[in-house]
């Protein structure tokens, strides 16, 4: 795991600079190792202050930046011949050894297949690019788990892990690379080429029993994938349908789970996951914060998620803390609930959408939040964790799963336009699988709410006589003025 960047000069200028600047942008995503290759170069280093006296010249580059969770991650980027590769990420199921090694030995394929069969076949959580005969090709996985960014200027293409990266360059209209696509770079050009992504399944009748069945059976074979390869593993906890379910999933795998509660100090909540806790006889470790812990924080959260989003800070200031606690007890996977609510329909809000749209027009609000899911949240909680040398996975973020879940009836989610509970099929494989109906009769509740962050931003903001939206973007400035690395 680390950090991906790119580069290619669109009038035949030496863009090893720009890569450079990039990984050390892009530092904290990677501190073990660093690597860049030209067509006809290739140097891994210690430190990226070996890398800026590299005197090579060439008009594209890739580089990388390590953070070794697993003992098989190795430097990059990897060369076969005459073909260089960076490789962020991972194959679920996991790969045997490496998983840059693994493709650049696979043999008797040209590297354009094999780009397009990387994202036809392997389902993940990944970034890629392939440099070769001054022609570059990018990848990213289907559902957008791992993040990627790419934008220009008058003279350069770049393409990084996060977009900070791409700032320092001088290129403000940052974009998301989009999911299932390649990008191919080639004589001063720039097309993308979708591959494999999420798309709109035919809703097919089936019963609640025979719909529960098959979700459990995915549930399982995504969570057991998730944690094959690690034999301990954080889990973001709350006590919540989400959490739990995956929590007893795992549970039943050869792995020791350590359960990560984070909240505002004496909040009724911290009793349920206890309970909850002590009901799956997994360990609870509990992080208590302060208005004073939240202030401390905001300004780092925010240059970390790259945005002065209210919503998305209220989130990633919670799992900062959780990917925190991961790291401090020597955990550097960590599982958690992120993309059920999308799937099954957990936000009060579609109930509003099914009473004003009806069945149809709830069915494409599901699959356009379903969609970019990858903007909207995993991109931000991959960038929070990363930032601990934590690395998030997601069992409800599997290809399968998804597709299986986006065929389901309206009814199996969201009983009426009155039910306050919704998410009816996860809840009942909750029921099948034997938890306490406190968790499967449980309203949804959000991370922002159930942590009380959302209380507390709003208090600091009053606190310096501002809007809660003035205040985040004062803080959001003030994080990229401290965390940039040419004034750290």
């Given at each position: 795991?680390?950090?991906?960047?790119?580069a290619f000069?669109?009038?035949?200028?030496?863009v090893?600079?720009?890569?450079v600047?990039?990984?050390?942008?892009l530092q904290?995503?990677?501190?073990?190792?660093h690597?860049?290759?030209?067509p006809?170069?290739?140097?891994?280093?210690?430190?990226v202050?070996?890398?800026?006296s590299?005197?090579?010249?060439?008009?594209?580059?890739i580089g990388h930046?390590?953070?070794?969770?697993?003992?098989?991650?190795?430097p990059?980027?990897?060369?076969?011949?005459?073909v260089?590769?960076v490789f962020?990420?991972?194959?679920?199921p996991?790969?045997?050894?490496?998983?840059?090694?693994?493709i650049?030995?696979?043999?008797g394929?040209s590297?354009e297949?094999?780009?397009?069969n990387?994202?036809?076949?392997?389902d993940?959580?990944?970034?890629?690019?392939?440099?070769?005969?001054?022609?570059?090709?990018?990848?990213?996985d289907?559902?957008?788990?791992?993040?990627?960014?790419?934008?220009?200027?008058?003279?350069?293409?770049?393409?990084?892990?996060e977009?900070k990266?791409?700032?320092s360059?001088?290129?403000?209209n940052?974009?998301s690379?989009?999911?299932?696509n390649?990008a191919i770079?080639?004589?001063?050009?720039?097309?993308?080429?979708?591959?494999?992504t999420?798309?709109?399944s035919?809703?097919?009748?089936?019963s609640?029993?025979?719909a529960?069945?098959?979700?459990?059976?995915?549930?399982?074979?995504?969570?057991?994938?998730?944690?094959l390869d690690t034999k301990r593993?954080?889990?973001?906890?709350?006590?919540g349908?989400?959490?739990?379910?995956?929590a007893?999933f795992?549970?039943?795998?050869?792995?020791?789970?350590?359960?990560?509660?984070?909240?505002?100090?004496?909040?009724?909540e911290?009793?349920?996951?206890?309970?909850?806790?002590?009901?799956?006889?997994?360990p609870?470790q509990?992080?208590?914060?302060?208005?004073?812990?939240?202030?401390?924080?905001?300004?780092k959260?925010l240059?970390l998620?790259?945005?002065?989003?209210?919503?998305?800070?209220?989130?990633?200031?919670?799992?900062?803390?959780i990917?925190?606690?991961?790291?401090?007890?020597?955990?550097?996977?960590?599982l958690?609930?992120q993309?059920?609510?999308?799937?099954f329909?957990?936000?009060?809000?579609?109930?509003?959408?099914?009473?004003?749209?009806?069945?149809?027009?709830l069915e494409?609000?599901?699959?356009?939040?379903?969609?970019?899911?990858?903007?909207?949240?995993?991109e931000r909680?991959?960038?929070?964790?990363?930032?601990?040398d934590?690395?998030?996975?997601?069992?409800?973020?599997?290809?399968?799963l998804?597709?299986?879940?986006?065929?389901?009836p309206?009814?199996?989610?969201?009983a009426s336009?009155k039910?306050?509970?919704r998410?009816r099929?996860?809840?009942e494989?909750?029921?099948r699988?034997?938890?306490?109906?406190?968790?499967y009769?449980?309203r949804?509740?959000a991370i922002?709410?159930t942590t009380?962050?959302d209380?507390?931003?709003?208090?600091l903001?009053?606190?310096?006589?501002?809007?809660l939206?003035?205040?985040?973007?004062?803080?959001?400035?003030?994080?990229?003025?401290?965390?940039?690395?040419?004034?750290?």
């Amino acid at each position: 795991m680390g950090a991906l960047a790119v580069a290619f000069s669109k009038n035949g200028k030496n863009v090893v600079p720009n890569v450079v600047r990039m990984l050390t942008e892009l530092q904290h995503r990677g501190r073990n190792s660093h690597g860049i290759a030209t067509p006809d170069f290739l140097k891994i280093t210690r430190s990226v202050q070996e890398l800026r006296s590299l005197s090579v010249e060439s008009n594209a580059a890739i580089g990388h930046n390590l953070s070794r969770i697993l003992s098989r991650d190795a430097p990059q980027p990897v060369r076969d011949r005459d073909v260089n590769l960076v490789f962020e990420g991972r194959f679920f199921p996991p790969s045997a050894e490496n998983e840059a090694q693994e493709i650049v030995k696979n043999k008797g394929k040209s590297v354009e297949e094999k780009a397009g069969n990387i994202i036809k076949e392997m389902d993940g959580s990944y970034a890629f690019a392939f440099l070769f005969s001054r022609r570059i090709i990018l990848g990213r996985d289907p559902v957008g788990l791992m993040p990627l960014y790419y934008g220009e200027d008058s003279e350069t293409y770049a393409f990084a892990s996060e977009r900070k990266a791409l700032w320092s360059l001088g290129i403000q209209n940052v974009k998301s690379f989009p999911p299932g696509n390649l990008a191919i770079i080639d004589n001063e050009r720039m097309i993308f080429q979708s591959v494999r992504t999420i798309i709109k399944s035919d809703i097919k009748p089936i019963s609640m029993e025979n719909a529960a069945e098959r979700l459990q059976s995915l549930l399982t074979e995504s969570v057991g994938e998730r944690i094959l390869d690690t034999k301990r593993v954080a889990l973001a906890f709350s006590g919540g349908l989400d959490s739990t379910v995956i929590a007893s999933f795992a549970k039943k795998c050869d792995a020791e789970i350590q359960l990560i509660y984070v909240g505002m100090q004496e909040q009724p909540e911290i009793q349920h996951a206890e309970t909850v806790a002590e009901f799956l006889d997994l360990p609870l470790q509990v992080k208590t914060f302060t208005p004073e812990d939240a202030e401390e924080v905001l300004s780092k959260v925010l240059w970390l998620i790259e945005e002065p989003d209210i919503l998305k800070v209220s989130v990633a200031i919670p799992f900062y803390w959780i990917a925190e606690v991961a790291n401090k007890v020597g955990l550097n996977v960590l599982l958690a609930g992120q993309g059920s609510d999308e799937l099954f329909g957990g936000y009060y809000r579609y109930l509003r959408e099914y009473a004003s749209s009806g069945i149809k027009g709830l069915e494409d609000a599901l699959y356009r939040d379903v969609v970019s899911s990858h903007d909207v949240n995993f991109e931000r909680d991959n960038k929070v964790c990363a930032f601990h040398d934590v690395e998030l996975r997601l069992p409800f973020a599997d290809y399968d799963l998804i597709r299986f879940s986006l065929g389901l009836p309206v009814k199996l989610k969201i009983a009426s336009m009155k039910d306050h509970l919704r998410k009816r099929v996860l809840r009942e494989v909750a029921r099948r699988i034997k938890l306490p109906s406190t968790v499967y009769s449980m309203r949804k509740r959000a991370i922002q709410y159930t942590t009380r962050i959302d209380k507390v931003l709003g208090k600091l903001a009053k606190e310096e006589g501002l809007s809660l939206k003035d205040y985040i973007e004062q803080s959001f400035l003030k994080g990229k003025e401290i965390y940039n690395p040419k004034n750290a």
